[in-house]
């Protein structure tokens, strides 16, 4: 289901169940041009997050019925090379899930751009510790070179085996998929389920920008999609 297109009017403050933590109060995160966009002159990192754990069981993922539970998103960044995550670096991530709102601390699931080679990869990774260190972060899929691009993504977990499935896709110009869902290139598969299980619920979702100084950078995020359980009391 679409959690959020934001497509509304122009704002310093996001709305619509979003909780914001900036580098810049209040512009560093913002609704602008019907996306969400971070940016800031001081470094940091700013993130907004939602708990979205009324929406399917998100204390043991592997709990949840359904056959595959799918989450995508429209992202972008503006460094041809983008760092990663430590201090003064500059990184994108979409946090499908962490056991903390802090994305400083707590462990989970997310979607990266950036690291410390020239080889920029989308990455899907578990962090434990928060998205605040390079070290924090282990693949689990990784796959080619991206960089400053309009990029697609949608992630696929299947909870009978634990299988993650990541498909990308990308253009210089626009998001090359309107609809993040019907991202059809598949970069990878493998399995995890090192915070699968009930000890671990990864009930807060969001995005996140770790950055520098550079005022003129920014991330921008668009048309979140997550699952949705009838195991809960949603169809």
Same mark, same amino acid.
């Given at each position: 289901?679409?959690?959020?297109?934001?497509?509304?009017?122009?704002?310093? !403050?996001? %709305?619509?169940? /979003?909780?914001?933590?900036?580098? *810049? #109060?209040?512009?560093?995160? &913002?609704?602008? $041009? @019907?996306?969400?966009?971070?940016?800031?002159? !001081?470094? %940091?990192?700013? /993130?907004?997050?939602?708990?979205? *754990? #009324?929406?399917?069981?998100? &204390?043991?993922? $592997? @709990?949840?019925?359904?056959?595959?539970?799918?989450?995508?998103?429209?992202?972008?960044?503006?460094?041809?090379?983008? #760092?990663?995550?430590?201090?003064?670096?500059?990184?994108?991530?979409?946090?499908?899930?962490?056991?903390?709102?802090?994305?400083?601390?707590?462990?989970?699931?997310?979607?990266?751009?950036?690291?410390?080679?020239?080889?920029?990869?989308?990455?899907?990774?578990?962090?434990?510790?928060?998205?605040?260190?390079?070290?924090?972060?282990?693949?689990?899929?990784?796959?080619?070179?991206?960089?400053?691009?309009?990029?697609?993504?949608?992630?696929?977990?299947?909870?009978?085996?634990?299988?993650?499935?990541?498909?990308?896709?990308?253009?210089?110009?626009?998001?090359?998929?309107?609809?993040?869902?019907?991202?059809?290139?598949?970069?990878?598969?493998?399995?995890?389920?090192?915070?699968?299980?009930?000890?671990?619920?990864?009930?807060?979702?969001?995005?996140?920008?770790?950055?520098?100084?550079?005022?003129?950078?920014?991330?921008?995020?668009?048309?979140?999609?997550?699952?949705?359980?009838?195991?809960?009391?949603?169809?």
């Amino acid at each position: 289901v679409l959690l959020d297109n934001f497509n509304r009017s122009d704002n310093n !403050t996001v %709305g619509n169940g /979003w909780t914001e933590t900036e580098t *810049s #109060s209040p512009s560093s995160i &913002a609704i602008s $041009s @019907n996306r969400l966009k971070m940016g800031s002159g !001081t470094a %940091g990192r700013d /993130w907004a997050y939602q708990d979205i *754990s #009324s929406n399917y069981i998100t &204390a043991g993922l $592997s @709990n949840n019925t359904m056959d595959s539970m799918v989450w995508a998103i429209n992202f972008y960044q503006t460094r041809d090379n983008p #760092s990663g995550f430590d201090n003064g670096n500059y990184g994108i991530a979409f946090v499908l899930g962490s056991t903390n709102s802090s994305y400083a601390d707590g462990n989970g699931y997310a979607v990266v751009l950036g690291n410390s080679t020239s080889t920029d990869p989308i990455r899907l990774v578990k962090f434990s510790g928060g998205m605040d260190l390079n070290g924090n972060l282990t693949n689990i899929i990784s796959s080619g070179d991206y960089g400053k691009l309009y990029i697609s993504i949608k992630v696929t977990y299947k909870p009978s085996t634990n299988t993650w499935r990541l498909y990308v896709e990308s253009s210089s110009t626009a998001f090359p998929q309107s609809d993040p869902r019907n991202t059809s290139t598949s970069v990878g598969s493998a399995t995890d389920n090192t915070y699968t299980g009930s000890s671990y619920d990864l009930k807060y979702l969001g995005c996140l920008w770790n950055h520098s100084t550079g005022s003129s950078d920014y991330a921008l995020f668009d048309d979140i999609y997550i699952p949705k359980s009838s195991v809960i009391g949603y169809s």
